[in-house]
Every structure is written in structure tokens, then in C-alpha cells.
């Protein structure tokens, strides 16, 4: 059974540091791009970063360029966001999710995601 | 960037109803178009990919078409358990998703 589950996520001032990770498991993770997307409380999707599963590529959402970076360790299943000079608007559940390339290039599975909030 | 626009953003259906979502791209994606839908307290799943296919398992009264600019998802006789709320996300120039439609 293929499984995602992110953990990190808490309380954050404005301006602080946080960094989420993900733990996969029942598919070989380093064959995967991989991808955080959040979501506000009562909004929408976003899509905050893409990293390839090699970590060649790696692309970030306008919203967090140059405050959020995305990393990954293929030999412990494992994908990470660092998440630096945190902002109100930052607050979001973030979910890890595992792109597919082949029938489709879409993200065929989510995680549960994990809240993070930043207010004073 | 790249937006995409999804109407309506909210609408009331009732089981057996025909019930049609909208996507329209900013700029031409071809078919890099997917659909989501998405319950409360629970992560998106996909339903389509490409615009038109249907991922294994998802009920054939689903289905996904357009090209280019315009996209529709349509639920032929929309079910209870089809109350959620669909994202169209477009791959085209790299990820955006359209803003939701909650269907009640």
C-alpha cells in the first residue's frame, strides 16, 4: 500500500523557520518526482514546489520563491520543505504528493497533509 | 503565469441531476489538464487526466473533455456521495489549479 504521511507542522511566529517532511512508503520513491501543494483553511489548492526524482529539477511557486525549498532523500524515502521567513498568509495544511508521469502526468497520491500555522 | 478560471464556484444539484464544471485557461495548455475532486478533511483524488481519460476506479458518470482554452468536467447523474468540491490543475507551464467548484 502506498502511503505519504507528512509531519513538522505547528505553531510559527511571522518570520520564523519550520521544515516539513514526508515519509513514503510502498513504491520506490526515487523512480517519483515528487510535490508539496497547500491549502489555506477554507481555500483552495496552491501549488508551492516540485522536485524531480533525481533532485535535477526543482521548481517553486512565485508565492515562495526564495523562502521555501523543496529536498529529498531517495535512500530514506523521504522528501523535505524548508520553510523560512514564514508569513500569515503561509498558514495551510501542506500535503506531499507523489507525481505520475506515465498515463498522465498528475499526482496520483496525496498524504493526509499537515497543518501549519504562523501568527504571533 | 498562467490562470485558470473555474465556474461556478459553487452550485446546488440534486441526485440524478446532470451537472457540468468549467475550466478555462488563461493561455492555450493543450490537454495538460487534470480534475480533483475533494471531501472535506480529506486530500484531493484524481478523477481525470489529460483532459479526457478516466483514472482506473473513478464511476464511468464522470468524464472530462475539451482542449486548448476550454475544459468541462460533467457528472452524469450526479450521486450523494459525488458532494465535494473539484479542482481542474493545468501542467502546461508548470502547476496551477483553478479555484474550486463546490458542488452541494
Known amino acids: 500500500e502506498i502511503q505519504l504521511v507528512e509531519s513538522g507542522g505547528g505553531l510559527v511566529k511571522p518570520g520564523g523557520s519550520l521544515r516539513l517532511s514526508c515519509s513514503a512508503s510502498?513504491?520506490?520513491?526515487?523512480?517519483?518526482?515528487m510535490n508539496w501543494v497547500r491549502q489555506a483553511p477554507g481555500k483552495g489548492l496552491e501549488w508551492v514546489s516540485s522536485i524531480s526524482n533525481n533532485s535535477e529539477y526543482i521548481y517553486s511557486g512565485d508565492s515562495v520563491e526564495g523562502r521555501f525549498s523543496v529536498s529529498r532523500d531517495n535512500a530514506e524515502s523521504s522528501l523535505f520543505l524548508q520553510m523560512n521567513s514564514l508569513r500569515v498568509e503561509d498558514t495551510a495544511v501542506y500535503f506531499c504528493?507523489?507525481?505520475?508521469?506515465?498515463?498522465?502526468?498528475?499526482?496520483?497520491?496525496w498524504g493526509q497533509g499537515v497543518l501549519v500555522t504562523v501568527s504571533s | 503565469d498562467l490562470e485558470m478560471t473555474q465556474s461556478p464556484s459553487s452550485l446546488s444539484a440534486s441526485v440524478g441531476d446532470r451537472v457540468t464544471i468549467t475550466c478555462q485557461a488563461s493561455h492555450g495548455i493543450d490537454d495538460y489538464l487534470n480534475w480533483y475532486q475533494q471531501k472535506p478533511g480529506k486530500p484531493p483524488k484524481l478523477l481525470i487526466h489529460d483532459a479526457s481519460n478516466l483514472e482506473r476506479g473513478v464511476p464511468a458518470r464522470f468524464s472530462g473533455s475539451g482542449s486548448g482554452t476550454h475544459f468541462t468536467l460533467t457528472i452524469n447523474s450526479l450521486q450523494p456521495e459525488d458532494i465535494a468540491t473539484y479542482y481542474c490543475q493545468q501542467y502546461h507551464s508548470l502547476i496551477t489549479f483553478g479555484g474550486g467548484t463546490k458542488v452541494e
Open positions: 510502498g513504491f520506490s520513491f526515487s523512480d517519483f518526482g
Open positions: 504528493v507523489r507525481l505520475r508521469v506515465s498515463q498522465g502526468y498528475a499526482f496520483d497520491y
